[in-house]
């Protein structure tokens, strides 16, 4: 297992390099100019040629590229803010915080709701209930992250007054945007949820559990539930790198001091050292994710573990193929699961 990691951790070298590199072209492609943003008073050609100079910007793209990834690998620099000159990472372990607070929030409850609704839902196929849940399960996918973020901003902040519109600096300012963001997940989870334990619900090991006598908790919990955990592992983790990503929208809605405001006020400034380090910390955040992803898989189920334990170092065929068999999502070339 331990080898297995490694190999994860070295994989991710390739893959981050390409998103920065990607990142790297799209902001060096980018109409505008960083010094026409920051330095917007009348100001001669030699101060904005001193500006420019100062920060690399007149150094050809691929210096300026490796200077970036030099700083980062050899001194864990991660580059200065054109706006005030100051480390990047400073400001970055600020807001990332938040933004990672608001997805872990946003999970739980997207676990809680979908989860339990999913195997109440599937346990009762094609009656009312199920009928009325995949009813609100598509509305709830349905609905607009930031729409359901203005409109509890409106009626439970705005003209209740039961909790603050804007910040993050308490479980009071937690509820309306976790709320906002996990209700759309939570119906995500409870379809994924449903249609996993349909499968495995009958199934000949559930039938011979209820032959044996087993009582019906025992039954859906320990051999149905428990069988249907790697999609649903698979979909809470898509949905919490997810949240990571999306969460800049609700940032902007409840003026949230998250990564995902940071970087959209970076862009607004062409601050591009802060929307460089912004993406790249995502990038990690979402490699992690996949890595402890697979760790679970093993986890909860021994043939994924043999699989692991079986692999010769660049060995991967055989876990893929096991996980693809039990997920139904196949990897397209690898990508952030190399």
Known sequence: MAR???K????MIPVLLGVSFLIFVILFLTPGDPV???LSGQVTEDVREAWRESRGLNDPFFVQYFNFIGGIVLHGDWGSSFVNGQSVTGDIMLRFPNTFLLACLTTVIACVIGILLGVFTAKHQN???DTSFSVVGMVGISMPQFWLGLLLLIWFGLNLKWFPVSGFDGPRYWVLPCVALGVQNAAILL???RTSVLECIRQDYVRTARAKGQTESVITWHHIVRNA???IIT???TLFGGALGTAMILEQVFSINGLGRLMVEAIAMRNYPVV???VLILAISYSIIYLVLDLLYAAVDPRIKADFEGQSFFGRGRFFAARAKKTGHFPKGGGAHA
């Open 127 to 129: 009656t009312w209930l």
């Open 4 to 6: 297995y990691v490694v």
């Open 229 to 231: 955990l790697i999609p």
């Open 36 to 38: 026409d943003v920051i």
């Open 191 to 193: 379809r994924f949820t």
């Open 276 to 278: 460089r380090a912004s």
């Open 235 to 237: 979909t809470v983790g």
């Open 8 to 11: 994860r951790l070295i994989f």
